[in-house]
């Protein structure tokens, strides 16, 4: 899809929204732009990805009511909408965040890490925390990879649940992913009480360290893959990441292994 600045994209999403489909005839759209020759056995796999402009998040059976995510981000202009499950009751929508420039898979990664962390300091869970009585975001990290797919904005099954909200209030601005990576907030505190096995470094996390050790991490050579993917979850360990953040990385990263299964049995 082709538009020639962010209002027509917009344009384009809410025009989607107003059609009233059944979910499984309902058509998908994914935030990357692919190139099906980039890689070999994969068409549109993570190795495939060209660039993204865009930042998306589904939500599903939270305590974070859309009006309040927006609240958390009121710098950003995004678009916030139901998807077709979504009731008064049980929240179901999608967060789509355009950006004033692309960014690689990598980068798309690095963005929604700091979403998560931003949601945690807000004081929401992400994922399943058990026994944990904070109220849960609902974030759906399964749809956390950059070459995830998504159902085009459609009524809900209850029209009068429907909502579209484009979010471009006066001083809300297109986000710039490049000022993010220089200032991230993934936290360096660990979230575990166990007395670290090495020394956990103050101040930012060296997110340009994190990125060559994920190069280095897919770039290792054939029959030396776990030993790589161990040598990354230690040096993420160095740089400062917590084990919650190295497991989501990791889960990421084990899907440019050239044995994918291994890599995701090893995590633990």
Same mark, same amino acid.
């Given at each position: 899809l082709s538009c020639d600045n962010i209002d027509r994209f917009v344009h384009f999403?809410?025009?989607? &929204?107003g059609?009233?489909?059944?979910?499984? @005839?309902?058509?998908?759209?994914?935030?990357?732009?692919?190139?099906?020759?980039?890689?070999?056995g994969t068409h549109r796999g993570n190795a495939n990805i060209v660039s993204l402009r865009s930042l998306w998040l589904d939500f599903e059976n939270g305590d974070l009511p859309p009006a309040e995510f927006a609240a958390l981000f009121p710098q950003y !202009?995004?678009? +916030?909408?139901?998807?077709?499950? &979504?009731?008064?009751?049980?929240? !179901?929508?999608r967060v789509i965040i355009p950006m004033?420039?692309?960014?690689?898979?990598?980068?798309?990664?690095?963005?929604?890490?700091?979403?998560?962390? !931003?949601?945690?300091?807000?004081?929401?869970?992400?994922?399943?925390?058990?026994? @944990?009585?904070?109220?849960? @975001?609902?974030l759906d990290t399964r749809k956390?990879?950059?070459?995830?797919?998504?159902?085009?904005? @459609?009524?809900?099954? +209850?029209?009068?649940?429907?909502?579209? &909200?484009? &979010?471009?209030?006066?001083?809300?601005?297109?986000?710039?992913?490049?000022l993010w990576v220089e200032n991230s907030i993934v936290p360096i505190q660990?979230?575990?009480?166990?007395?670290? +096995?090495?020394? +956990?470094?103050?101040?930012?996390i060296d997110m340009v360290a994190v990125f060559n050790a994920t190069r280095e991490w897919r770039n290792t050579p054939p029959d030396h893959g776990g030993e790589g993917f161990w040598r990354l979850s230690l040096t993420l360990f160095k740089l400062g990441m917590t084990l919650d953040e190295i497991k989501d990385m990791l889960e990421i990263e084990a899907e440019h292994g050239r044995h994918p299964i291994q890599r995701k049995a090893q995590i633990k």
């Open positions: 999403l809410r025009l989607c &929204h059609r009233s489909v059944p979910k499984e @005839s309902n058509w998908l759209i994914a935030p990357a732009l692919f190139d099906p020759g980039k890689a070999v !202009r995004m678009v +916030i909408t139901n998807t077709s499950n &979504h009731t008064a009751k049980k929240l !179901r929508y004033n420039q692309s960014v690689t898979g990598e980068g798309y990664d690095l963005l929604y890490a700091n979403i998560i962390q !931003r949601l945690k300091d807000a004081g929401y869970t992400v994922g399943t925390m058990k026994n @944990s009585s904070a109220p849960r @975001s609902g956390r990879p950059p070459s995830s797919l998504f159902k085009l904005p @459609s009524q809900a099954h +209850i029209p009068g649940d429907s909502f579209f &909200h484009d &979010h471009n209030e006066t001083g809300r601005t297109l986000l710039d992913p490049m660990p979230e575990y009480d166990e007395e670290p +096995i090495v020394d +956990i470094p103050l101040g930012p």
